[in-house]
């Protein structure tokens, strides 16, 4: 079967750094993704690791570990309007341009 | 990147009637498109694959029947949601296929409401 675990709620300061991390089973592996979602709204595109190690963009960074099966997504400098749902999602299979199945969101409550 | 258009945007609709959704894909050739569901403060749940010319393949647990795929052309899939029950309220999302090892890019939704 297929498996993707992430915490379902975090807080944090406004300003700080947090960390939210994934771990996945699945059968293939063709990439991790991470998505922004807002309440209402489609999700976002933020980052994609298909190599292990560490994919920096601006404020947002992302972490992969194929052997252990995990992921971590790591914003910076956080503002309010990071307030949102974060997606981790796993393109598994034999293919590098499927489908996703993704994890069950982690919603990120950032506080003034 | 892709651009996905989804109508509509929300759909109010009284039990027992059908609903459609679609999904163009506006500056590429789509063989294939891929329809999620996502219930209140749940994540998205892929509900089939559409192929261009053939028929969807449907995800364990969804009822094609309830649920008509089509993908008559390149650049259009549909999602009719027949005879909708309150139950089928939720957020219904599509996507593109991606190009290889990149991701995939949304719709942005309709939100239907069965009363």
């Known amino acids: 079967g297929q498996n993707i675990d992430q915490p379902t709620e975090m807080t944090a300061t406004e300003g700080a750094i947090v960390q939210i991390n994934c771990t996945y089973q699945t059968s293939g592996f063709n990439g991790l993704f991470w998505y922004q979602q807002h309440a209402g709204e489609a999700p976002t595109f933020l980052s994609y690791n298909v190599l292990d190690g560490l994919e920096e963009k601006g404020r947002f960074s992302s972490f992969l570990s194929r052997s252990k099966g995990y992921s971590y997504l790591l914003l910076k400098e956080l503002q309010m309007k990071d307030s949102a749902s974060y997606l981790c999602?796993?393109?598994?299979?034999?293919?590098?341009?499927?489908?996703?199945?993704f994890g069950q969101g982690t919603t990120l409550q950032v506080k003034p | 990147g892709a651009v996905v258009s989804q109508h509509p945007s929300w759909v109010i609709c009284k039990s027992g009637t059908s609903v459609k959704i679609e999904c163009r894909s506006l500056d590429f050739q789509a063989t294939t498109m891929f329809w999620y569901r996502q219930f209140p403060k749940q994540s998205l749940m892929l509900m089939a694959t559409s192929n261009e010319g053939s028929k969807a393949t449907y995800e364990q647990g969804v009822e094609k029947d309830k649920f008509l795929i089509n993908h008559a052309s390149l650049t259009l899939s549909t999602l009719t949601v027949t005879s909708a029950h309150p139950e089928d309220s939720s957020f219904y999302i599509c996507?593109?296929?991606?190009?290889?090892?990149?991701?995939?890019?949304f719709g942005n939704g309709t939100r239907l409401t069965v009363t």
């Open positions: 999602a796993v393109r598994g299979g034999s293919s590098n341009t499927g489908k996703l199945i």
């Open positions: 996507s593109t296929e991606g190009a290889p090892n990149s991701p995939l890019h």
